[in-house]
T-cell receptor, first 114, second 113 residues
Framework: DTAVSQTPKYLVTQMGNDKSIKCEQNLGHDTMYWYKQDSKKFLKIMFSYNNKELIINETVPNRFSPKSPDKAHLNLHINSLELGDSAVYFC?????????????FGPGTRLTVT | KNQVEQSPQSLIILEGKNCTLQCNYTVSPFSNLRWYKQDTGRGPVSLTIMTFSENTKSNGRYTATLDADTKQSSLHITASQLSDSASYICVVTTPTNAGKSTFGDGTTLTVKP
């Protein structure tokens, strides 16, 4: 069974559209994250959710909004997509907040904005 | 500003050879340091996690060292295999600010037959 899964794996869309990426973990972890990896392969954290509370929010445009319906899911909504949003987005989970517990990453969602 | 710098940026070695990747950091205070392996098109996978009091930790052919005094870590790969070709990312976490992590830019390792 996949520990951390993301859908879709690939997403191609036009500028200005609104899209969502879904993430689910079956590890029973209490903390989930979203990361952005750009074309230079730099990984940057976007959001962390611990017990349905946002605990870290980096300087991310408010067009990005995480939504956690329950402890096992953390979805990423993106409004008014821009060319610069093209990247690979990774979901991850851990037990305990960032750095305290080992993080498990999903396979990534490659977003291409045209 | 807290930083994590990795070197070299990229490295090519022959199968069977050993190599060492470096990670220098200025993050303070320090909670732990992690090394991740990221295969092309996949998510990062944790190799080792070390706290302040740990000097070395092994995971199969991977051995990480930590010198908290000089704020340096290394990842040594023994008897490299083609499957070791990947990006290796060093991540340092502080105990403050809900455990904020700083990521290095990674070292891309290519193992050739």
């Amino acid at each position: 069974d996949t520990a951390v899964s993301q859908t879709p794996k690939y997403l191609v869309t036009q500028m200005g559209n609104d899209k969502s990426i879904k993430c689910e973990q079956n590890l029973g972890h209490d903390t989930m994250y979203w990361y952005k990896q750009d074309s230079k392969k730099f990984l940057k954290i976007m959001f962390s959710y611990n017990n349905k509370e946002l605990i870290i929010n980096e300087t991310v445009p408010n067009r990005f909004s995480p939504k956690s319906p329950d402890k096992a899911h953390l979805n990423l909504h993106i409004n008014s997509l821009e060319l610069g949003d093209s990247a690979v987005y990774f979901c991850a989970s851990s037990q305990g907040w960032e750095g305290r517990g080992e993080q498990y990453f999903g396979p990534g969602t490659r977003l291409t904005v045209t | 500003k807290n930083q994590v710098e990795q070197s070299p940026q990229s490295l090519i070695i022959l199968e069977g050879k050993n190599c060492t990747l470096q990670c220098n950091y200025t993050v303070s205070p320090f909670s732990n340091l992690r090394w991740y392996k990221q295969d092309t098109g996949r998510g990062p996978v944790s190799l080792t996690i070390m706290t302040f009091s740990e000097n070395t930790k092994s995971n199969g052919r991977y051995t990480a060292t930590l010198d908290a005094d000089t704020k340096q870590s290394s990842l040594h790969i023994t008897a490299s295999q083609l499957s070791d070709s990947a990006s290796y990312i060093c991540v340092v976490t502080t105990p403050t600010n809900a455990g904020k992590s700083t990521f290095g830019d990674g070292t891309t390792l290519t193992v050739k037959p």
